[in-house]
């Protein structure tokens, strides 16, 4: 079993849909969770930084980790064809000197 | 210009050829790290260098062999490439703390034949 499980997808939906994107892992470790973008043929970008468990919201982004469940969560609201793309979730722990083990990534395609 | 910079950005050759990839980077971080990225199986890291004097393999470092020539230019080579080492290759870097954000190159895609 990986460390972090990620739907690779593809996930489809139409333009000004909610997007949920998820990951789950196993390490209780884990405290910095990250998404990343990736657009194609390009490297990817970070998107969302959260420490711990909470909320985070960035515009149209919000970003939630449950540590209780092991789960988090990217949430995309008003999609745009602009979002399709490639969401890698990754996590580090202070133990790991905050090497980060990888989602295998969801590709999102938002229909016009 | 880009702050994380590969070369080549595409590259295709024959099994048992001596490849290296070279990145260089503008940011100024101590750490850079080597990955692969195939269909399926995501990023995976090759080999990460926390700063000139220090190399530490990856998850997937057999076949593969870096070089840190200065604090900004860190290169990846495959000493004898094989059909399986065909991939996306990627080059980051990143500042010591701070959870471990990663900045990104554009990528190098290798083909071998």
């Given at each position: 079993q990986k460390e972090v499980e990620q739907d690779p997808g593809p996930l489809s939906v139409p333009e000004g849909a909610i997007v949920s994107l998820n990951c789950t892992y196993s390490n209780s470790a884990f405290q910095y969770f990250m998404w990343y973008r990736q657009y194609s043929r390009k490297g990817p970008e970070l998107l969302m930084y959260t420490y711990s468990s909470g909320n985070k919201e960035d515009g149209r982004f919000t970003a939630q980790v449950d540590k209780s469940s092991k789960y988090i969560s990217l949430f995309i609201r008003d999609s745009q064809p602009s979002d399709s793309a490639t969401y890698l979730c990754a996590m580090s722990d202070l133990g790991s000197n905050y090497q980060l083990i990888w989602g295998a990534g969801t590709k999102l395609i938002i229909k016009p | 210009d880009a702050d994380v910079t590969q070369t080549p950005r595409n590259r295709i050759t024959k099994t048992g050829k001596r490849i290296m990839l070279e990145c260089s980077q503008t940011?100024?971080?101590?750490r850079m790290y080597w990955y692969r990225q195939d269909p399926g199986l995501g990023l995976r890291l090759i080999y990460y260098s926390f700063d000139v004097k220090d190399i530490n393999k990856g998850e997937i470092s057999d076949g593969y062999s870096v070089s840190r020539q200065a604090q900004a230019k860190f290169s990846l080579s495959l000493e004898s490439a094989i059909p399986n080492q065909t991939a996306l290759y990627f080059c980051a870097t990143s500042a010591p703390g701070g959870g471990g954000e990663l900045f990104f190159g554009e990528g190098s895609r290798l083909t071998v034949l």
């Open positions: - | 940011k100024g971080h101590d």
